[in-house]
């Protein structure tokens, strides 16, 4: 059976997207511990990130990259994190977090409760 995430990138699940390519994808985290928490995934299903070939983890990263600049852009925020965590989701992943100081990049907080609107509206202004 196919990870939530694969599921999310063939369209059987929605999501709010920020970007894809033929080989990548990032949408909003719907539990997002900051405004703009983007996840970044690439299209393959690998479940532990350093099992990507090194040409896959290297566009990762710099699929990320872009992303994570739209991110600072939008929040104005001194740094945005990158995060490999979580265990529940078989398929490699990275967060993308703006911060200001580390505890914006605390998981054990409570996460935001954003309405579908501001979700879009993130959504769009971090989009590529």
């Known amino acids: ?6 599921r999310i990138i063939q369209g059987e699940i929605p999501c709010y997207k920020v970007a894809e ?11 997002p511990v900051a405004k703009g928490h983007t996840l970044v995934i690439p299209k393959v299903e690998i ?3 350093f099992d990507l070939n090194d ?7 710099l699929f990320a990259k872009q992303i ?9 925020c001194k740094k ?4 490999v965590l979580g265990l529940e989701v078989p398929h490699a992943h990275i967060h ?13 907080r409570e996460k935001l409760k954003l309405s579908e609107e501001e979700f879009k509206a993130i959504a ?4 590529l």
């Open 1 to 6: 059976m196919a990870s939530i995430f694969t």
């Open 21 to 31: 390519d033929d080989k990548y994808f990032a949408f909003l985290d719907i539990n």
């Open 47 to 49: 479940d532990n990130l």
């Open 55 to 61: 040409d896959t983890l290297a566009g990762l990263t």
């Open 68 to 76: 994570a600049r739209k991110i600072q852009d939008y929040t104005q």
């Open 80 to 83: 945005v994190a990158m995060v």
């Open 96 to 108: 993308l977090i703006p911060m200001n100081n580390e505890a914006d990049v605390d998981f054990k």
């Open 124 to 127: 769009q202004a971090i989009s």
